[in-house]
């Protein structure tokens, strides 16, 4: 009976650490990534300019000029390439020295606002205009339509513009997309990566504690020196 005990405590660890020891490893590396680098720099921030263009408004024209039709309800001030804009309801833009209103941002000045935001001398090598993202997508839960700036780096760095308004909203690269990849296996959401409250991982999470609790027992029924102790206990008692 001992032996049979033993036998089949020794069998539900070796297949629980089979079955598990994949996703330790995913866990254990993607820690081990995380613990060694610079978030800042995995966000990009050593990328971008480091100087910060400061605008004085003048002859703005009154928002109340602007089309009567679309009762404003949100209103923003914007810059696209050093000309001031009204970025009006989250859906419109307008000049606003002229009250013309603008049809989003073109490639040319997609790519420029990227430069503009950026460390000096990046060749750009191509753009690309972005309509739909899956859950995987490096640009996923972003404004969309938007433009990809993609430029000449080993890092292969590209920014994203919001075609709507001009607004810069991201810079990628390669270690960014690395973290991005680890970091779907330690939350184990393959489908979006940022669920820590799917099925997948809480069963792994209990299995991961079986796995070490049956390690425990097995130590504890086949260790000669805990099973000396623990009758000498008795005996005593």
């Known amino acids: 009976m001992k032996r049979n005990r033993n ?4 069998k539900i660890h070796r297949y629980l650490g089979i079955f598990i020891g994949i996703q330790f490893i995913g866990w254990t590396v993607s820690g ?3 613990s060694w680098t610079d978030i800042d720099e995995i ?3 050593q990328f971008h300019h480091e100087h910060v263009t400061t605008h004085s408004p003048r002859n703005l024209i009154s928002p109340a000029q602007l089309d009567s039709t679309i009762g404003i309800s949100s209103l923003e001030l914007r810059y696209i390439n050093h000309q001031p804009h009204y970025w009006v309801n989250d859906s419109l833009l ?6 013309q209103i603008k049809k989003g941002i073109t490639e040319t000045e997609a790519a420029e606002i990227a430069q503009n935001h950026l460390v000096k001398n990046l060749e750009i090598l191509k753009t690309e205009w972005i309509t739909e993202t899956d859950n995987h997508h490096e640009y996923r839960g972003r404004p969309l339509p938007a433009w990809a700036v993609h430029f000449e780096h080993p890092e292969n760095l ?3 513009v919001d075609a709507r308004n001009g607004n810069f909203e991201r810079v990628r690269h390669s270690r960014w997309r690395w973290f991005d990849f680890l970091w ?6 393959y489908a979006g990566r940022d669920n820590f409250n799917n099925w997948l991982l809480r069963a792994f999470s209990v299995f991961g504690l079986f796995t070490v609790l049956s ?3 097995l130590y504890a029924v086949s260790s000669k020196t805990f099973l000396k102790t623990t009758s000498k206990l008795k005996k005593n008692k």
């Open 7 to 10: 036998y089949y405590i020794r």
């Open 32 to 34: 081990l990534y995380f």
């Open 43 to 45: 966000h990009g921030d």
């Open 94 to 99: 307008y000049n606003a020295l002229t009250g």
């Open 158 to 160: 590209t920014a994203y």
């Open 184 to 189: 779907m296996f330690h939350t184990m959401d």
């Open 215 to 217: 390690g425990f027992t």
